[in-house]
């Protein structure tokens, strides 16, 4: 049986390249979509979330337009990054179809809900800021509790890009992420942080975009294949990671992934470290019993290495459908 699946997503280049994964892959059953600002404003991700899965040939994937800024902090975008658009300005048609009247909260309330009355929990992927779960975790913690598992793309054990310290989905809402992985080891919900120490490694060439990119003209490949152009040209390289797509990736073959488990927390004061992921690789009882603060309260499995290649290969064959 497929794997029920949420994303939430701040649609964005590499979320758009997840989003088609998850949509097209046979082993995932893509159950709902639900969309936070962060890459780019709120309207623009539900935009951009509603092209890619008319892409995808997905329309029948409800979508939820959700939190527009963090729970404290102001909004700070990526567009920078992403375009103005937040997706590449690929110039792809308006979509037909709208989102679903459900605020995301409501809409991921009652598809984990449904999944978990079937007997097969879903598996929720954050791969944005966390203000729509931690929402969740605050006004549903029952319906919380029923989540399969969660796999976040955030944080990183050695690596940030958004400050010297923080990588951006964290730095964007430190107190939902502290919220959700709270929540996560209160209500006993597996946590897999798939960060920046491995979301950079799975790599695809501009010649295999172009090959995406000759398979049609407005379905998957075309939008990859330009994905994959724009990010290139974007930073002067020969290549471009599918980022986000890399934690999608990872639910059809965990085993391209090493994962340690790890206390976790998110660091919420520090003038120059605040949305830091701090994660604790100490093996040593004796500086652990000497440490004021303790182990961190969320245990979570870390993503450390990942074989690239292997990944990018499966997102290729996925968008190609095998041509």
Not at 228 to 253: H, K, N, P, Q, Y
């Amino acid at each position: 049986m497929a794997l029920p699946v949420i994303l939430d997503v701040d649609t964005g280049t590499d979320d758009a390249c997840a989003i088609l994964l998850a949509a097209l892959h046979p082993d995932l059953d893509l159950r709902a979509v639900t969309c936070v600002g962060g890459n780019a404003p709120l309207d623009d991700v539900v935009r951009n979330t509603l092209v890619v899965l008319e892409a995808a040939d997905a329309t029948g994937v409800p979508v939820g337009a959700g939190a527009a800024h963090p729970l404290l902090e102001r909004p700070v975008d990526a567009r920078h990054v992403h375009g103005p658009d937040g997706m590449g300005g690929l110039s792809r048609p308006d979509p037909t179809t709208q989102p679903d009247p459900r605020h995301a909260v409501d809409l991921l309330r009652d598809t984990i809900d449904a999944a978990a009355a079937s007997g097969d929990p879903v598996t929720l992927v954050p791969l944005a800021p966390m203000t729509n779960v931690a929402l969740l975790a605050r006004m549903y913690p029952d319906t919380f509790a029923r989540i399969g598992r969660i796999v976040f793309m955030g944080g990183g054990a050695m690596v940030s890009n958004a400050t010297a310290a923080a990588e951006f989905n964290v730095f964007h809402d430190p107190e939902a992420t502290a919220v959700v992985l709270d929540a996560s080891a209160d209500h006993d919900v597996p946590v897999t942080m798939y960060g920046l120490d491995v979301f950079y490694e799975p790599r695809v060439t501009l010649a295999e975009a172009e090959r995406l990119a000759a398979l049609d003209e407005r379905g998957p490949g075309a939008l990859a294949g330009g994905l994959i152009r724009f990010m290139s040209e974007r930073f002067r390289a020969e290549d471009a990671t599918i980022g986000d797509a890399g934690a999608v990736a990872m639910l059809v073959d965990p085993d391209a992934v090493r994962t340690q488990y790890l206390p976790v927390r998110v660091e919420l004061a520090g003038t120059w470290t605040r949305g830091r992921t701090i994660v604790d690789t100490r093996d040593w009882t004796g500086d652990l019993d000497h440490d004021p603060h303790g182990l961190a309260h969320a245990q979570v499995d870390v993503a450390l290495e990942i074989d690239g290649p292997r990944v990018a290969r499966l997102w290729l064959d996925t968008i190609s459908g095998g041509r």
